[in-house]
């Protein structure tokens, strides 16, 4: 997995690309909450390059939305 970041003002923007899977969660956990930690107002995740995903892939795109909502970022 490799995760690219693209910050806009207060847009952010990451693309997953490769695979992501277990082992890669803590990654996307701390790039995730570092964004958080500025002054971002909406995020965008793109997962056009992503050729697999397995159910914890899964489910840290289920963190970041949920974490997004209770954040008030679109």
Do not use: P, W, Y
């Not at 990451?14 to 995730?32: G, M, P």
């Not at 397995?54 to 008030?72: F, H, I, P, Y």
């Amino acid at each position: 997995m490799a995760i690219i970041e693209h910050l806009d003002g207060a847009h952010a923007a990451l693309a997953i690309t490769d695979k992501f899977v277990f082992n890669d969660s803590v990654e996307f956990r701390k790039k995730l909450f570092g964004l958080f930690e500025g002054n971002i107002r909406s995020l965008s995740i793109n997962l056009q390059e992503l050729s697999f995903m397995d159910s914890s892939g899964l489910g840290m795109l289920m963190v970041a939305q949920n974490e997004c909502q209770s954040r008030n970022i679109s």
